[in-house]
């Protein structure tokens, strides 16, 4: 379980405030834990399953199959698995990193993250294998986490992994938004965009997702395998126009988007039998983390879940609110969202550290301000890091180490420039994915 003192970096050690924030930033994760997100939609009264409400009578389910997809998916799995433990059922696993415990009946299979490997591609194989020639008596169970789009892959024929790798690599370059991302995965992929639920028809789906998107958008959250995609292939091929990407990726993926069957969209009725349920997201973690500070005597404002874009850019709008801030003292201001990096450089780093270090220079000098920037998976791009931490006496620190922050800026090397201050967050993987989160203190 992560705990406050997980969040403790030099300055939060040394800051009067800093073990309050710590406390702040442990209560929005808490609050996202995947067991009790799965727990709070889901009851067990005898031989009825109550799902967000909606009934399901277990006397008249054939078999039921369970697939766990996402870097929240081993706790979802396990409470569900506990409510079902007098029942055969049949499941897979599909995380970033293996459980502790695996559930009775379950199968165990890595994919990879964030770039699909041969394991993610095996892992879409034997989800097709779990899935398919379900009757209609029968019901699947999903329980989707972030991650999900590149855990798990089955491309269409004609698509290879090395043209599905190049082409994510190319679209994470140049800045891409998640969502356009996943626009194409769902049109590349026999398992996303509804895939997974056309493939399950005619038996019952439900699937509870912990969500990792800006606004939600069931169709985005691990590209959406159980649900309708409003998306078109004229859509995914524009994104690629967009990019300047045609003539850059492999021909074998403009023949997809040309040839392949559209997506199962929204008002089929292949969704009757299908339902999708919200259990966790950014706005709720952020609220919860609201209410910590209030406990802690900060004035707590919520600035919204849709901060997108440049991460440096992001990091300069929220310098500078923060900088103009005419709340109360002390408050907390908390953003959500979820930004980009276009990497120009060759260095370390995520994007919640180069929106950090981004604001290094508009807070320096500031007396009693203090940011975090926080991946609430505890994992920010390919670092052990999960963010970092900065407060206007930052410029000055790194400024006695010969650091510069536009020189790690230049390089996309926010990581280095961190760790040399010891402001890195490293709480280690949270089991929890829901986006990032800012926090702004004036004290």
């Not at 269409?156 to 969502?179: I, K, W």
């Not at 392949?260 to 706005?283: D, H, M, W, Y």
């Not at 201001?333 to 990497?343: D, F």
Request: overall charge negative; charged content about 20%.
């Amino acid at each position: 379980m992560i705990r406050p003192e997980s969040f403790l970096t030099h300055t939060l050690r040394h800051h009067p405030h800093g073990q309050a924030v710590a406390r702040i930033l442990c209560a929005a994760i808490q609050a996202v834990e995947p067991g009790a997100a799965v727990r709070r939609f889901v009851q067990r009264e005898g031989d009825s399953l109550f799902v967000n409400g909606q009934e399901y009578h277990l006397d008249e389910i054939g078999q039921i199959r369970v697939l766990g997809l996402g870097k929240a998916s081993a706790a979802m799995t396990s409470s569900l698995a506990d409510l079902l433990s007098d029942r055969a059922t049949r499941g897979l696993l599909i995380p970033k990193q293996a459980p502790v415990q695996l559930p009775s009946g379950f199968d165990l299979h890595l994919g990879g993250h964030p770039i699909p490997d041969e394991n993610s591609l095996s892992a879409g194989q034997k989800a097709f294998d779990l899935t398919n020639w379900l009757y209609e008596s029968d019901i699947l169970l999903c329980l989707l986490s972030g991650g999900g789009s590149a855990l798990m892959t089955l491309p269409h024929p004609g698509v290879s992994l090395d043209d599905l790798r190049a082409l994510t690599a190319s679209l994470l370059a140049c800045g891409a938004r998640v969502d356009e991302i996943n626009t194409l995965r769902r049109h590349l992929d026999q398992l996303k965009g509804g895939g997974l639920a056309r493939l399950a028809s005619p038996a019952r789906v439900v699937s509870l997702i912990l969500s990792d998107v800006v606004g939600n958008p069931l169709e985005a959250i691990a590209s959406g395998p159980t649900a309708p995609d409003p998306s078109t292939r004229e859509d995914a091929i524009g994104i690629l126009e967009k990019y300047a990407l045609l003539e850059k990726i492999p021909k074998a993926i403009i023949e997809c988007l040309e040839t392949v069957p559209e997506t199962p969209k929204p008002g089929e009725t292949l969704f009757e039998r299908v339902q999708n349920v919200i259990v966790g997201s950014n706005a709720l973690a952020a609220e919860s983390a609201q209410r910590q500070a209030r406990s802690e005597g900060f004035y707590p404002v919520w600035l919204g879940d849709d901060w997108q874009g440049e991460a440096r850019e992001v990091g300069q709008k929220l310098s500078q609110r923060l900088k103009s801030a005419s709340e109360a003292r002390p408050f907390c201001l908390i953003a959500g969202g979820e930004t980009t990096v276009t990497l120009r450089g060759g260095g370390h780093g995520g994007r919640n550290q180069e929106l950090a270090l981004a604001s290094v220079r508009e807070l320096a000098g500031m007396d009693d301000v203090l940011l975090v920037s926080l991946a609430t998976d505890g994992e920010d791009g390919p670092t052990d890091a999960a963010g970092a931490v900065v407060t206007g006496k930052t410029f000055q620190r790194g400024r006695e180490l010969g650091l510069a922050p536009e020189s790690f800026l230049d390089e996309n090397d926010s990581y280095n420039y961190f760790r040399e201050l010891d402001d890195l967050l490293r709480p280690g993987p949270t089991g929890t994915n829901v986006n990032d989160l800012i926090f702004c203190f004036g004290f």
